[in-house]
Each structure stands twice: as structure tokens, then as C-alpha cells.
């Protein structure tokens, strides 16, 4: 009998979704990369071969890393049916989860060096940063991730000699402040883990009991591959529900958390002031305008993106704040920004502040994140923050109202007018379409908006423009595995790219126009 236990425990202000898989003969884990034409969701992804010889899916948890167009996930992805992915480009970022006489080992290797050190593994996975090696807290290669620090849904996959550790937790959300990476590497230690390494978090991070999703973070996204837990074939299990003190499977269809429909989340974008109320004035600049300016151009780039975009005014109109917190309170978004620029009576005050509402803790991820990207164009940071007045509540009218609302909100003031260096940069439309273009990526980010499903050309990064390659061949038939069926054919001439090699180091993975062509064989293409 397979024991698997799925329990709920709350951790630093975040509930914990952890499942703990007995380890036992009967039971398979397996990462696996869906039907690797394309991204699947966590519910959708499956592995072919067991399906097709009785093995029956218990669980499972969203695996690694993957870029914004890329099929497969980044890094080194080795599974003992020899399907091998080794991508020069993720440096040296990330560690290697690999599964081998049934224990995990966490190890930094090449696929060269894979192949010498753990020929015997079942599989090999680049993950990221490490939370537990023999039994201690240590994280290495957490400084190769900005997101450590800050509190975000994440996945932790970990074990000791008797238990496989699958751990997600929430975040982003009220009520959920997420774990950052120390305290994540503290939960998985706490449950008895001598190996622990972290996943692919945010949006992707997810975990699935016989098909259903457990935890409310997952954003339903089309993720590259997942760790799966399989029963082998005949094998009996038996699924506890440790928070409700029963043993039942029906205890676990009800509690599921099961998304309805892909739900659209809204934005408000609020160009401060307008018409009557000109707002801060200094260097000839006049702080409506700019606001209006930034508001209109977070809104352009934003219509890139799977999100409703609302502006309190499109041009020179006086809205009262009382107005503008009903337009907010009417539209209920995930997200209210008033768009602002300051002035101060001492005149060598400059830079960027953002002010958010004290109660959403999580809330300086945004706050933090604008700020970081002004600086890296050239706004130096001056503070975030929080001000209160005599009540206790926001001592900013507009976070007060939004927050009646029940909506996070922040204001950002993106630079001096008063200031001379500051005024400067704001004089200059470009330089607002950048300050609006800083704002619109950290919404994206914090939001974790999707792009909208759009065919573009590829831009071709130098990087990859090493991997570009020419058909030799008059006809090249392109296939699902090495000897797999036949799913793509190319003519010659055509130019595809190679996004990772078989381990026998003949057939190359492609694909062109970002779209996955298949394996084929690497003697009929030459380098572009
Ligand atoms: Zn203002």
C-alpha cells in the first residue's frame, strides 16, 4: 500500500499546500515535459509512457524555469529514457535535482559531467537554488535569483530516506504573504528534508492531486514540464487528508480548490489630477500633464497583455478623488496605480517615491520593483513608504478609499519638478514613455500578466544566433523523439534554430519561427 499524505498548514502568514509521498517500490517519480510541442497546463500534463503501460497519476507538482516563448524548460532536463536538453545559455545559474537510487541529490553539472557523475540516475532537472543540503538550510546560488528576498507563491520539492516532500505554497494574494526563499528552504528543513531545492514559482507554481489543483495561486498558465508521482501498475494507495483528521478521497474532491474560468484581472491606471487641479508645478513642467502622459503610455504597453485597463481620465478633466474612488470601487480591479509627480520647497530634493497602503504587507514587492527598474534607467530611488494619519488608517484619501474598496493600491511619484536634474529628465516625452514603461513591466510581474497570444517575428538574440541552422537536405523529416513518429517536414534552405541536442548528440532539437518543429538529424543541417 502507497501512503500519501496532503496537508495544509499555515507558515509566516501563508498557507502551505504539502504532500508527503511514503517511499515505497510502487511508486515513480518522474519529471516530465507534457507532448513537448507545446506548453501544457499542470492539469494537462502527463507522461505518455506510463500512461500507456498502466501506471496510474497520483500527483503532481510544476517543475522548472522556462522563458516567455520558450516550449521547454530552461537548463538540463535528463530522464532515463535518454531525452536530454542542455542549453549553453543558462549559464551557471542553476542546480541540478537529480534522482538516483532512490534519493535526491542536488549537484551543479554540465550535461557532459552528468553523464560521467550520475549515469545511474532516473532523471536530472535544472531547478534553481538549493534550500536544504544534508539537512541544513543552505541556499546556494540564491543570489543568482532577484526574487529571493521577497515573499512569492513557490514550489519546493525535497526528501530524506523515508519521504518524498512536495511543498507550494500561496502568495500575491490577502491573507497570503508567500515565503521568501529562507523561509521556504525553513519549511522544507522543519518538515524533515535532507535534500530540498526550489521550482519554478509565481503564476507557475502549482500542485495537483488526481487532476485537481490544490492551491489558489496557480494562474492556470501553460507551464514546460512537471514532477509527476505515478503508482506503478496493480499498486493500491491510499490518500490522507491530515488537516481534516479523515481518510477519504471524497474529503479531497470537496475541498479542492478548482478555478472556474480564466478570469481577466483589471487595472486601473489614475493619471493624478487634471483640469482645475494642475497639481505640483516647478522648472516650467506642470504635474497633470506628465501624469496624463505616463497614465496614456502604461495603458499602450499594457495592451500587449491579458489585462482589463481602466484610466480614471484620458485628458484634461477635472475628477474629484471621491469620483475617482468610485470609478475604482465600480471596476473592483486587482490593482488601482495613481500616477504622480512631486515637488518639495527645498529644490535639491529629487528622485522617485512610491507610497503604499500600510496594510498590504506584500505590497513593497511593487513598490520596491518600480523603484529598481527607475534607478537602472537613471530616477534614483529616494524612499517607499507608508504614512498614517491620526485613525491609523492611510493617511493618502485615494489608498484610503481604494482600500474600502478591498483593492491593492499604490502611488508613485516619479521624480521632482522642483528639482533641476530631476525636471530635466521629466522635460523630455521620452524619457516619461520609459518612467510609464518601468511602472507597466513591474505590473506585469507583480500581476503575472500573460502576453496575448500573438505571432511576432522572432528577434534573434546574438546569443542564439549561434544556433541558427540551414537545411542541407531536399526533404528533412522533423520527429517527436530520435526514432519517435514523424510530426514536421522541411525543405531545404529553410533556416531553423536548435534549442537543445538528443544525448547521443546526432539529432538536434528545432524550431523555427518559435514554433517546435521536432528532433531531426543533425548531418543534414549546417550552420546559418
Ligand atoms: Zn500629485
Redesign the pocket.
Known amino acids: 500500500m502507497i501512503n500519501i499524505k496532503y496537508d495544509k498548514i499555515r507558515k509566516f502568514q501563508t498557507t502551505v499546500h504539502i504532500l508527503t509521498v511514503q517511499k515505497n517500490k510502487d511508486i515513480v517519480i518522474m519529471p516530465s515535459l507534457g507532448d513537448r510541442t507545446r506548453r501544457q497546463k499542470l492539469q494537462d500534463i502527463t507522461h505518455a509512457w506510463f500512461d500507456r503501460n498502466g501506471f496510474k497519476q497520483i500527483a503532481g507538482v510544476n517543475g522548472g524555469f522556462f522563458g516567455g516563448n520558450m516550449i521547454l524548460p530552461i537548463g538540463l532536463f535528463y530522464v532515463d529514457s535518454g531525452f536530454l536538453l542542455n542549453r549553453s545559455w543558462t549559464g551557471d545559474a542553476f542546480l541540478e535535482l537529480i534522482h538516483k537510487e532512490g534519493k535526491f541529490i542536488i549537484d551543479d553539472v554540465s550535461s557532459l559531467e552528468f553523464m560521467d557523475k550520475h549515469k545511474s540516475a532516473n532523471f536530472g532537472v535544472s531547478y534553481s537554488y538549493s534550500l536544504v543540503v544534508d539537512g541544513k538550510i543552505d541556499i546556494r546560488k540564491g543570489d543568482k535569483f532577484k526574487w529571493t528576498k521577497q515573499s512569492h507563491p513557490r514550489t519546493m520539492i525535497g526528501d530524506n530516506d523515508e519521504k518524498y516532500f512536495f511543498a507550494v505554497c500561496e502568495g500575491r494574494k490577502k491573507g497570503e504573504k508567500g515565503l521568501t526563499a529562507i523561509e521556504s528552504a525553513m519549511v522544507m528543513a522543519e518538515l524533515g528534508c535532507i535534500t530540498a531545492i526550489n521550482a519554478d514559482g509565481g503564476g507557475s507554481s502549482g500542485m495537483k492531486i488526481e487532476g485537481k489543483i490544490m492551491n489558489k495561486t496557480y494562474a492556470n498558465r501553460a507551464i514546460a514540464d512537471a514532477l509527476l508521482i505515478y503508482a506503478r501498475p496493480g499498486a493500491e494507495y491510499e490518500i490522507e487528508l491530515m488537516s481534516k483528521g479523515q481518510r477519504s478521497k471524497e474529503v479531497i474532491e470537496t475541498t479542492v480548490y478548482e478555478k472556474e474560468k480564466e478570469t481577466i484581472k483589471k487595472v486601473i491606471i489614475e493619471a ?2 487634471g483640469g482645475r487641479d494642475p ?2 508645478s516647478g522648472n516650467g513642467l506642470v ?1 497633470k500633464e506628465l ?1 496624463l502622459t505616463v497614465a496614456l503610455e502604461i495603458e499602450r504597453v499594457l495592451a500587449d497583455y491579458e489585462v482589463e485597463v481602466s484610466l480614471t481620465r484620458r485628458d484634461d478633466s477635472t475628477i474629484s478623488i471621491i469620483e475617482r474612488a468610485k470609478i475604482s470601487e465600480k471596476i473592483n480591479p486587482d490593482l488601482h496605480v495613481s500616477i ?3 515637488a518639495a520647497k527645498v529644490t535639491s530634493a529629487r528622485g522617485a517615491e512610491i507610497i503604499h497602503a500600510h496594510h498590504d504587507k506584500y505590497d513593497d514587492v511593487l513598490a520596491i520593483d518600480i523603484l529598481d527598474r527607475l534607478e537602472r534607467i537613471g530616477m534614483p530611488t529616494r524612499r517607499h513608504f507608508t504614512k498614517l494619519n491620526a485613525r491609523g488608517t492611510d493617511w493618502y484619501a485615494m489608498i484610503r478609499r481604494i482600500w474600502d474598496n478591498d483593492t491593492d493600491a499604490i502611488i508613485t ?1 516619479g521624480g521632482f519638478l522642483t528639482n533641476a536634474e530631476d525636471a530635466k529628465m521629466l522635460a523630455d516625452d521620452e524619457w516619461l514613455k520609459r518612467e510609464a514603461g518601468c511602472i507597466a513591466a513591474a505590473i506585469v510581474d507583480y500581476l503575472d500578466l500573460q502576453k496575448k497570444e500573438k505571432r511576432e517575428d522572432v528577434s534573434i538574440t546574438t546569443e542564439s544566433a549561434k544556433n541558427m541552422y540551414v537545411v542541407t537536405a531536399n526533404v528533412l523529416n522533423a520527429r517527436l523523439d530520435k526514432m519517435g513518429k514523424q510530426i514536421n517536414k522541411l525543405k531545404k534552405g529553410e533556416i531553423v534554430e536548435k534549442i537543445g541536442e538528443h544525448q547521443d548528440g546526432d539529432w538536434y532539437i528545432i524550431r523555427k519561427e518559435n514554433e517546435f518543429i521536432g528532433f531531426v538529424s543533425a548531418r543534414f543541417l549546417k550552420e546559418a
Open positions: 493624478g489630477h497639481g505640483a504635474e501624469n504622480h509627480h512631486n511619484e
